[in-house]
Nanobody, 121 residues
Framework: QVQLVESGGGLVQPGGSLRLSCAAS????????MGWYRQAPGKERELVAT???????DYADSVKGRFTISRDNLKNTVYLQMNSLEPEDTAVYYC???????????????WGQGTQVTVSP
């Protein structure tokens, strides 16, 4: 079993910054891609940013230039540095990890429980 534990959410004023963390633990043999998604009230879950095992990144257009995704492979942890936050960034943020639990098993996706980010004056 694999657990993803997120932290770092909270309330911040427009223009402020937050840093989210997501650590994978349990039966982790290797991790391929990791990423962050978000879901605002009344909206579908959307991709925010992804990072490959080699460090290649991809971002949603709405966060380019403001958010930075990174990872520490030794700690099985992915980060999301969020700067210049806007009220439109308010959502529950979820991390995703594509994990192989043993050498013989295929990779599968695991989700974190979500962390609330609220941007408000």
């Amino acid at each position: 079993q694999v657990q993803l534990v997120e932290s770092g959410g909270g309330l911040v004023q427009p223009g402020g910054s937050l840093r989210l963390s997501c650590a994978a633990s349990g039966s982790v043999f290797s991790i391929n891609a990791m990423g962050w998604y978000r879901q605002a009230p009344g909206k579908e879950r959307e991709l925010v940013a992804t990072i490959s095992s080699g460090g290649s990144t991809d971002y949603a257009d709405s966060v380019k230039g403001r958010f930075t995704i990174s990872r520490d492979n030794l700690k099985n942890t992915v980060y999301l540095q969020m700067n210049s936050l806007e009220p439109e960034d308010t959502a529950v943020y979820y991390c995703l990890a594509n994990v192989r639990t043993t050498y013989w098993d295929p990779n599968r996706n695991y989700w974190g429980q979500g962390t609330q980010v609220t941007v408000s004056p």
